[in-house]
Structure formats: structure tokens, C-alpha cells
């Protein structure tokens, strides 16, 4: 049975919330799975490329109970076909709206993972494991660039992940596109997994002021100083303006999720205040803005 069968009755292909899920072994697909699960997903797991169109077929025609499917593929599977991207666009001609999330992490916390359960990457053979994380990345690259949703899971635990997960893929009480404005140090790493990166270096640093070194954006008196700051405010206003003018663009094209990293030198006190005040602006205009500070407790 094709992608472009005809079903009777069950729910139409372009109504189906249809998620598949991949990524690298070890980058936290197991979690993703799990909290998709919390928020009303059916999941099926360890599903080969070959039988996506069978299986978003059979999702279609059930109606209700499984409108909100999502798919888990790894190259466990022996009938993985490394194709994923032209699955994905055959769903779309079928008249399906897929969303590809892919998880990932950075090698050495990929290895770090491995080591602690001890097993073998599923590609290793008799190569060391880092010949084996290499070997799947070069399957997935197409995937990874093609995903709407990223997950890095570098510096996020189980339930971090598992949190940004729900906060995403929970049915929405209005629908539209969701934020997630998150707070990053430069000095540890620009996120993997931005829509939009800025850079707030531009202002001055609360850290080098005695009274406020100890403290982060989310209190009260280092907002003010960061704020209060020429230019803080104007920028907070102008990125939203931004933000908010590509909304009806990204929602057209089927986008749910879009992380804006805003970054600063430890991603402590600047970042973080203009984070949280960029999620209110987003929320203000109707659109739902979490927050997520990456790097506040590094320091």
C-alpha cells in the first residue's frame, strides 16, 4: 500500500499531526519518544524507512485515537534505507504534513554516553566507537539538514530533554508557533539546535558591577540594570518586530517550534534578562514564549 492511496473515512492526511523522529544513537531519541508519549502521541518505535508510508497510511485511516502519530527510526533497523528525505517528501505529494525532529549531540558526550551503558554503536563493527558515530552521521546528514525540529541534547539530561520536548510537541491550546527564547554563554558554544541567534556583547556587562556580579537576569535588580541599558530596549522591540513578521511565513510551511538563542559573554546576566523579556513580548503579541537559560549555573 503507497503513500498516495485513497482512504475512506479516518482522518484526512493533511489534518494527521505526524512526527518522525531521528537522530544520532545516544543523542536521546529513547527520551523523545517517552515524552511524546506524555503528550498524546501513539508512537511507534524502531520503524524502518520502508514502511513510514504503510504506517502514516494506517494513521490516517484510524481515526481520532491515533491523529497524533510519531514515528522512531534508527539504523538498528535492517531495512533502514538511508533515504529518509525522499520518504519524507513522499509523504508531502501523498498529502501528508510530516515533521521531522532530529537529535543530536557533540561526540565526545555521544562516547561519554555509549561508555556509561556499555555497548557498541550499532555501526561499529569491529572499528573503534567513534568510527561508528562517524559512519552513521554520514547516513543522517541529508536528515539533519532537512529537520524542522532540532534537538541538541549536548548540555540538556534526560529530564531537560524530556521538559523541552512536552513544551513543544503539547497540543497547543490555540495553534500558531511556539518559542523558545533560550540564553546561551558564547564562551561555551553557540546552540546547535537556533532558528535565530543574537548577539547582546553590545551592552554592558553586569558582572564587572560588585553588586550584581553574584546574581542573574531572571532577578529582578539585574533586568533593570540590563534593560535600562541605551539601545536594550529598542533591540528587545525591533527583534520581536522581526520575529512576529516571519510567523505567517513558517506557520504556511508546517514549522511549530523555533528556538531564538540570544547569547552574551557566560550567558549569566545579559542574555538571560533579554531573554526573558523577549518571551513577554512574543507572549504579549499572542504567541507562546517559554524561556530556557542554558548556561546560567556555569558560573
Not at 500558531?176 to 564562551?187: E, H, P, R, V, Y
Not at 518586530?241 to 531564538?260: A, H, N, P, V
Not at 549569566?268 to 523577549?278: D, G, T
Amino acid at each position: 500500500m503507497g503513500v498516495a492511496a485513497v482512504q475512506a473515512g479516518g482522518t484526512d492526511r493533511s489534518e494527521l499531526d505526524l512526527v518522525i523522529v531521528t537522530g544520532i544513537s545516544g543523542g536521546g531519541r529513547s527520551t523523545v519518544a517517552r515524552a511524546l508519549e506524555n503528550v498524546g502521541y501513539y508512537v511507534i518505535d524502531n520503524l524502518p524507512e520502508s514502511l513510514v508510508g504503510q504506517a502514516a497510511e494506517l494513521a490516517a485511516a484510524g481515526g481520532e485515537e491515533v491523529r497524533r502519530t510519531a514515528m522512531v527510526l534508527d539504523v538498528r533497523s535492517r531495512a533502514f534505507m538511508t533515504d529518509l528525505v525522499g520518504v519524507i517528501e513522499d509523504l508531502r505529494k501523498g498529502g501528508f504534513k510530516p515533521h521531522l525532529v532530529f537529535v543530536d549531540a557533540d561526540d565526545d558526550i555521544i562516547i561519554r554516553r555509549f561508555e556509561k551503558v556499555r555497548r557498541a554503536h550499532p555501526l561499529q563493527g569491529d572499528g573503534m566507537l567513534a568510527d561508528g558515530i562517524a559512519a552513521e552521521r554520514r547516513i543522517l546528514e541529508p536528515a539533519r539538514g532537512s529537520a524542522d525540529t532540532l534537538f541538541d541534547t549536548t548540555h540538556l539530561n534526560e529530564n531537560q530533554l524530556r521538559s523541552r520536548v512536552e513544551e513543544a510537541f503539547l497540543a497547543p491550546s490555540t495553534p500558531g508557533l511556539q518559542f523558545t527564547c533560550m540564553s546561551f554563554g558564547f564562551k561555551y558554544g553557540i546552540p546547535r539546535d537556533a532558528d535565530y541567534v543574537a548577539d547582546v556583547r553590545f551592552l554592558p556587562n553586569p558582572y564587572w558591577v560588585p553588586t550584581l556580579r553574584e546574581h542573574t537576569g531572571t532577578d529582578q535588580d539585574v533586568a533593570d540594570y540590563v534593560l535600562g541599558q541605551d539601545g536594550a530596549e529598542e533591540f528587545v522591540a525591533a527583534y520581536a518586530s522581526l520575529l512576529l513578521g516571519t510567523t505567517q511565513g513558517f506557520e504556511r510551511e508546517g514549522k511549530r517550534y523555533m528556538t531564538i538563542a540570544i547569547g552574551c559573554t557566560g550567558g549569566k546576566h545579559r542574555s538571560v534578562a533579554i531573554a526573558e523579556s523577549l518571551a513577554k513580548r512574543l507572549n504579549a503579541a499572542g504567541f507562546p514564549a517559554n524561556t530556557h537559560h542554558r548556561d546560567r549555573g556555569n558560573e
